[in-house]
């Protein structure tokens, strides 16, 4: 059974930085694409970045390309988010998913999912 574990969340003001951390228990962590998206109150979760199998390929949004940072570690089943130069406009929960290709940008892409964490950024 895939369980995922989001870590890493917190309070930071404009322009720091934080790194997610999403761990995988289950036996599946290594054979599927990885996301991570978001939801702030009142909108639709939405697609941050995105991971092959492998990790040679990555995905973003427009908006934090160049920001964010997917990478993973299959060996430790570990999957990070490295985020800088936060915004306000950032601010969201933000969910692990796996189960999916890594390029899938819609929720239903993707079988699996953590609780999240909040990520609060203040200006």
């Known amino acids: 059974q895939v369980q995922l574990v989001e870590s890493g969340g917190g309070s930071v003001q404009a322009g720091g930085s934080l790194r997610l951390s999403c761990a995988d228990s289950g036996p599946k962590f290594s054979r599927s694409g990885m996301g991570w998206f978001r939801q702030a109150p009142g909108k639709e979760r939405e697609f941050v970045a995105g991971?092959?199998?492998?990790?040679?390929?990555?995905y973003y949004q427009d908006s934090v390309k160049g920001r964010f940072t997917i990478s993973r570690d299959n060996a430790k089943e570990l999957v990070y988010l490295q985020m800088n130069r936060l915004n306000p406009e950032d601010t969201a929960v933000y969910y692990c998913?796996?189960?999916?290709?890594?390029?899938?940008?819609?929720?239903?892409?993707?079988?699996?999912w953590g609780q999240g964490t909040q990520v609060t950024v203040s200006s």
């Open positions: 991971i092959t199998r492998s990790g040679a390929n990555t």
């Open positions: 998913a796996a189960g999916g290709t890594g390029w899938g940008r819609r929720p239903d892409d993707y079988a699996y």
